[in-house]
């Protein structure tokens, strides 16, 4: 069984940036696709980045330009690079995996193999 751990979230000024990890326990390369969802109390999961086997990636809307999901393979670690944070950029962020699913499917965190425990971003104004 393979687990997910985050790290790097923290408190942020508005324009500012910050780089989360998550680290798989087991070998990461056996998962299609990894990446990156954030949740705010009161609101929807929301998936926010993914990467694919073959290094493809895919986006929400509402990071696309300010936010880089990338992986070591080597590592086992998973990244989200966020840059030019904005306040509503602020929630639980969760590293999550799956074996077969990609695309549009795996950004709605539907029925995915593998979850870690989050970690908190906070951007003040």
């Known amino acids: 069984q393979v687990e997910l751990v985050e790290a790097g979230g923290g408190s942020v000024q508005a324009g500012g940036s910050l780089r989360l990890s998550c680290e798989a326990s087991?070998?990461?390369?056996?998962?299609?696709?990894m990446g990156w969802f954030r949740q705010v109390p009161g609101k929807e999961r929301e998936g926010v980045a993914a990467?694919?086997?073959?290094?493809?990636?895919s986006y929400a809307a509402s990071v696309k330009g300010r936010f880089t999901i990338s992986k070591d393979n080597a590592k086992n670690i998973l990244y989200l690079q966020m840059n030019s944070l904005k306040p509503e950029d602020t929630g639980m962020y969760y590293c999550?995996?799956?074996?077969?699913?990609?695309?549009?499917?795996?950004?709605?965190?539907?029925?995915?193999?593998?979850w870690g425990q989050g970690t908190l971003v906070t951007v003040s104004s």
């Open positions: 087991g070998d990461s390369y056996s998962f299609y696709c």
């Open positions: 990467i694919h086997r073959d290094g493809s990636t």
């Open positions: 999550a995996a799956d074996r077969t699913m990609g695309g549009s499917w795996f950004l709605t965190g539907n029925g995915l193999d593998a």
